[in-house]
Every structure is written in structure tokens, then in C-alpha cells.
Nanobody, 119 residues
Framework: QVTLVESGGGLVQAGGSLTLSCVAD????????AKWFRQAPGKPREPVATITSRGATNYADSVKGRFTISKDTKNTVNLQMNSLKPEDTAVYYC??????????????WGQGTQVTVSS
């Protein structure tokens, strides 16, 4: 079993920056794809950024040029968020899937971390 734990959320003024981290813990062999989602109050959860094991990335139009997703280590995926706007306020969730050391597939969601951007 693989669990995901996010950290790095907080309160920041508009124009500021935050870095979110997602750490995978367990019998992890690999992360095949990792994604960050966010959910604002009263709105559906939406994808923000994706990274594959080969390093290919994809971003929602609303964050292109401001957010960067990266894999720092075998089990850590980060989301660097710059030029933050009040509309970026949401709970951010990490989602990932891959293979365990038993060569079975795994997929998990993190518990979420709150990002609040004040105007």
C-alpha cells in the first residue's frame, strides 16, 4: 500500500509564492504519473498539473506560466506556485499511481492541503 502526504499549503498574499510537496510512502517501486488537483468551495475538483515518469508535464490553462510541477526524488512530487491569485484559493490534492515493490499497481489520493491567497 502506498499513501500520499501533502504539505506546504498556507496563507499568502496575491503575487506571492508557495511550494507544495507530495511524498509517497509505502512499498513504492515507481510513480508512473502524478497529478495535482484543487477544489475551491462550491466548485468541482479540477486538475491543475500532471507529470509522467518520463518528465512530460501538462497544465491547466489557468495556471500555465505560473505553476511548475516536478519530481525531486523517486517518491516526491512538488508544485511550485508563483504569482498567486485569489482565485487560486482552494484545497490542493495530490493524486498518483504507479507500481509497488511487489509489482502490483497502486493509486492514491492525499488528504489535501489548504492554499489561501489574500487580495
Amino acid at each position: 500500500q502506498v499513501t500520499l502526504v501533502e504539505s506546504g499549503g498556507g496563507l499568502v498574499q496575491a503575487g506571492g509564492s508557495l511550494t507544495l510537496s507530495c511524498v509517497a510512502d509505502g512499498n513504492l517501486f515507481s510513480i508512473v504519473v502524478a497529478k495535482w488537483f484543487r477544489q475551491a468551495p462550491g466548485k468541482p475538483r479540477e486538475p491543475v498539473a500532471t507529470i509522467t515518469s518520463r518528465g512530460a508535464t501538462n497544465y491547466a490553462d489557468s495556471v500555465k506560466g505560473r505553476f511548475t510541477i516536478s519530481k525531486d526524488t523517486k517518491n516526491t512530487v512538488n508544485l511550485q506556485m508563483n504569482s498567486l491569485k485569489p482565485e487560486d484559493t482552494a484545497v490542493y490534492y495530490c493524486n498518483a499511481q504507479g507500481r509497488t515493490t511487489d509489482w502490483t499497481d497502486w493509486a492514491s489520493w492525499g488528504q489535501g492541503t489548504q492554499v489561501t491567497v489574500s487580495s
